[in-house]
């Protein structure tokens, strides 16, 4: 251990550059101040303290706590720079911290029905536990095929949700496992006459909410241990001519009259879908910050052990780290240049995607993100630099 210290001092005192100064050039201050605080705070409360090796069921009743613990924290979050800096800490420290629940909270907030009041505030105090219900066995990124139907009837004034067949089954939903007594639920919605009117969100009750268990028509369960992300429970649902009232479909794509007849404010199909999608993009952004905490952490892992770890030399008695071979700096130089750029841009993506929310047209809140991350110049940048440290290697 001790060789391995002095093997990374010695590295750390030949750097040309203050690490304060290159941390503030990269990312603003005040979102390593905010970051920087949250870790002092979780630092110090056992809850955040590492569990060591857990059962999957005991690490996520803990994320459970740590998530309400984070609630009454209520660490700052009203610019796009505390967003990004309370993300991010949470990612670093524990990226099963993110849960998928507070996306299934701020969907309801914006459907803005008084009758889901009491429910959010239930919700917003972990009392009850979402999830936010897309993928299918069949269908995931073609969200338009989705196969999971919900038609309307009209004696009953309420949908019935169906699953009609294995490929329909909603997958990998995070907290749809063990613990969602709720999905947002993204399905095709139907009409009496047979007509479908594409892809629509409805609030689906899942289970019982003091028992867990679920609900008839309901077939529900857990998809086992993952890779990574333990402390969210992964899970499958099917429905099985599954009632729930007309009350529980959310605006955004269309409705339907009493009588069964689809009316839309959209002037086509295609801009109702890219409407149901808006919710999404928040995920979406919040994505680009996992992706980058894994680079640097996969990077600075990488960097440090070929620091340490000693192989050959010019002598017997004098063995060189592996980072000083050329072909070590060719594969991992490259990669450290890229966390560069998206570390200075994940933050810019936050801000303007918060601007973008600002706008009423559901079409810019879905395109502006997709638009930033496929920009030209954050591409060719990327490529750029990458060549230009290989040539230099």
Not at 123 to 128: D, E, G, K, L, P
Not at 153 to 173: L, M, N, R, Y
Request: one cysteine or more; glycine letters at 6%.
């Amino acid at each position: 251990m001790a060789g391995s210290i002095n093997a990374l001092d010695a590295y750390r005192k030949r750097a040309s550059f203050e690490v304060a100064r290159l941390k503030q050039l990269i990312e603003p201050k005040e979102i390593i101040e905010h970051r920087e605080s949250i870790w002092e705070t979780l630092a110090r409360d056992p809850l955040f303290f590492d569990p060591g090796e857990v059962l999957s069921d005991e690490y996520q009743k803990l994320m459970i706590k740590r998530n309400k613990r984070l609630v009454e924290y209520n660490f700052a979050t009203d610019t796009p720079a505390e967003r990004y800096a309370y993300s991010t800490a949470l990612f670093a420290h524990d990226v099963s911290n993110l849960s998928p629940h507070s996306m299934f909270v701020d969907v309801l907030k914006r459907a803005n029905k008084p009758h889901f009041a009491s429910l959010i505030e239930t919700a917003q105090n972990y009392r009850v536990l979402g999830c936010f219900a897309l993928t299918e066995i069949a269908h995931g990124s073609n969200s338009k095929a989705l196969r999971t139907t919900a038609t309307y009837d009209p004696t009953t004034q309420g949908f019935i949700i169906h699953s009609p067949d294995i490929e329909a089954a909603k997958c990998w939903v995070g907290n749809l496992g063990k613990v969602a007594s709720f999905a947002i639920l993204f399905a095709q919605l139907c009409t009496p006459d047979g007509a479908h009117h594409g892809v629509h969100q409805f609030l689906v009750p899942l289970r019982d909410t003091h028992t867990l268990k679920t609900l008839p028509g309901v077939i529900a369960g857990d998809m086992g241990v993952k890779l990574g992300m333990n402390g969210v429970s992964n899970g499958f649902v099917m429905f099985n001519n599954y009632w729930i009232p007309y009350q529980n479909l959310l605006p955004g794509g269309g409705e339907v009259t009493s009588e069964g007849n689809f009316v839309s404010p959209h002037k086509d199909i295609a801009r109702q879908h890219v409407a149901m999608l808006a919710p999404l993009s928040a995920g979406r952004v919040t994505i680009t910050s996992f992706q980058i905490g894994y680079l640097r952490a996969a990077i600075s892992i990488a960097i440090r052990y070929s620091a340490c770890r000693r192989q050959f030399g010019p002598s017997p008695q004098e063995e060189l780290p592996i980072l000083e071979y050329q072909l070590q700096q060719w594969r991992l130089f490259p990669h450290l240049a890229a966390a560069f750029v998206w570390t200075h841009f994940c933050p810019t993506l936050f801000s303007d995607y918060t601007h973008a929310l600002e706008a009423s047209d559901p079409v810019k809140q879905v395109c502006h993100p997709v638009k930033q991350v496929c920009h030209p110049g954050l591409v060719v940048g990327t490529f750029c630099i990458t060549i230009a440290v290989k040539r230099h290697l």
